[in-house]
Structures are given as C-alpha cells and as structure tokens.
C-alpha cells in the first residue's frame, strides 16, 4: 500500500534551517510529483511547493521562494523539504503529499505530518 | 493568488442532518476544485476532486457540485464519522490555494 512517512519532530532557533523528509513505498516514487503543505497550529492549509522526484524540478509558492529547496533521493525514494532562515511564523505541521494519477493537482496520499518548532 | 473563501467557517449539525459547504474562488477556475476532510491531529484526506468526482472509497453521501467561482460540499446524511474540518483547494493555477475551512460539529 501506498505510503509517506516523515521524519520526526524538530526544534529549531530562528534563523537556522530545517530539513524534512518523507519516505515513500507502496509505489514507483519516480512516477509522482510530491508537494509540500504546512498547516499553523489551529490554522488552514498553505501549499508550498512541488517537486519532480524523476527530473528533480521543484517549483515554490512565491511566499516561500528563496527560501524552500526540495530534493530527492532516488535511491532510498526519499524526498526532502529544506527550509532556511526560519522564524517564529513557520511553527507548523509539514506535510508531504503524492498528487493523483494523471497528473492532477489533488493529492490523495499525504505523510503523516512534522512537526516544526521554531523557538529561541 | 486565487483567494478561496468558505461558508460557514463552522456548523453544528446532528447525525442524519443534510449539510452544505460553500467555497468561493476570486477568480473563475473552471472545475479544478477538490474537497479534503480533516480531522485534528491528521493528515488530511481527499474526498471530491475536479468538483464532482468522488475519490476511490469515500462513501456517497458526499457529493461535489459547482464550476467557475462557486462550489459545494454536500454530506446527504451526517455520520459520527464526518464530523472534522473540510477544506477547499483550487487546483487551477500556482500557488495552489486552500480555503479557510469549515468546521463540522455536533449539535
């Protein structure tokens, strides 16, 4: 079966970065876009990015851009959210999400969310 | 950025209740509109996507209608399952948007 698993909780200062991954299986992880959303404590969803496990294109919301880089690795099927310069704003719940066969931007398997704090 | 806004941001309901969400674009997005479920401490999960389609294994009594700028949620009977927070999402243009939310709970 289909699944993303993230990497655990983090505490960071401000001003530092953070790095988050999301594991797949249960299927061919070159074959699907995974993005990332984020999710403030009590707060909405935001979608932050995109990328191309197979040709390692990425692309941001422009709120993020400048300061999110997504990488891959093929090897281990792996993909990775790095986000620097962090603020006390960016305490949130990341996720991971696979988007749907065919290419449509709906995402019907999501990782189970990481908790990022940022605190000094 | 497309703006999505919800009405209501919640709703007390009881089982068996009809209950409708509305999400509003800014701006026209044909039917690139899904509709996710959430509830706290979980990802969330896809329910209704290209405005009508209903995601392999969610159950019929959710339904999806709406094109352009206005959409709908409709749960035809509420189960104590279905009470969580619902999301709408353009999928029509980057940055991909979420509403607010609407929140579902009992009465």
């Known amino acids: 079966q289909v699944q993303l698993v993230q990497s655990g909780a983090d505490v960071k200062k401000p001003g530092a970065s953070v790095k988050v991954s999301c594991e797949a299986s249960g299927f061919t992880f070159t074959s699907y876009s995974i993005n990332w959303v984020r999710q403030a404590s009590g707060q909405g969803l935001e979608w932050m990015g995109w990328?191309?496990?197979?040709?390692?294109?990425?692309g941001s919301a422009p709120k993020f851009q400048g300061r999110v880089t997504f990488t891959r690795n093929t090897s281990i099927s792996t993909a990775y959210m790095e986000l620097s310069n962090l603020r006390s704003e960016d305490s949130a719940v990341y996720f991971c999400?696979?988007?749907?066969?065919?290419?449509?931007?709906?995402?019907?398997?999501w990782g189970q969310g990481t908790l990022l704090t940022v605190s000094s | 950025d497309i703006q999505m806004t919800q009405s209501p941001s919640s709703v007390s309901a009881s089982v068996g209740d009809r209950v409708t969400i509305t999400c509003r674009a800014s701006q026209g997005i044909n039917s690139w509109l899904a509709w996710y479920q959430q509830k706290p401490g979980k990802a969330p999960k896809l329910l209704i996507y290209a405005a009508t389609t209903l995601e392999s294994g969610v159950p019929s009594r959710f339904s999806g209608s709406g094109s352009g700028t206005d959409f709908t949620l409709t749960i035809s009977s509420l189960q104590p399952e279905d009470f969580a927070t619902y999301y709408c999402q353009q999928a029509n243009s980057f940055p991909f948007t979420f509403g607010p939310g609407t929140k579902v709970d009992i009465k």
């Open positions: 990328m191309n496990p197979n040709s390692g294109d990425s």
């Open positions: 999400a696979r988007r749907l066969t065919g290419g449509l931007y709906y995402f019907n398997y």
